[in-house]
């Protein structure tokens, strides 16, 4: 599976964002599909995760009630709607494909998008 993040760009704080992650290469419709995060200095960290069919979504704390993951399985297309940017968000966001059980864990990943950047000024 061949994961192409867009979407990201310069926006202010309190503004939207939505990214999108077009897969080619094979169906996504049976993996959980996940965004995380890299900021300049940090690790890689988990933003939010999709279940296969989209009926169940989990968030990271600090984007909860902000952000929002779906997916088209139809458009082979999975999104992140962020709301409300804050200058923490700054990163080079990833979509990745989920083969293992942890939703939260990198590990559990092993399809992952080349990044899309987003900066949030202040």
């Known amino acids: 599976v061949q994961l192409q993040a867009s979407g990201g760009g310069l926006v202010q704080a309190g503004g939207s964002l939505r990214l999108s992650c077009a897969a080619s290469?094979?169906?996504?419709?049976?993996?959980?599909m996940g965004w995380f995060r890299q900021a300049p200095g940090k690790e890689r960290e988990f933003v939010a995760a999709?279940?296969?069919?989209?009926?169940?979504?989990f968030y990271a704390d600090s984007v909860k009630g902000r952000f929002t993951i779906s997916r088209d399985n139809s458009r082979n297309t999975v999104y992140l709607q962020m709301n409300s940017l804050k200058p923490e968000d700054t990163a080079v966001y990833y979509c990745?494909?989920?083969?293992?059980?942890?939703?939260?864990?990198?590990?559990?990943?092993?399809?992952w998008g080349q990044g899309t950047q987003v900066t949030v000024s202040s």
């Open positions: 990745a494909g989920r083969t293992g059980t942890n939703w939260l864990s990198s590990d559990s990943y092993d399809y």
């Open positions: 290469g094979r169906t996504i419709s049976s993996y959980g």
């Open positions: 999709i279940s296969w069919a989209g009926g169940r979504s």
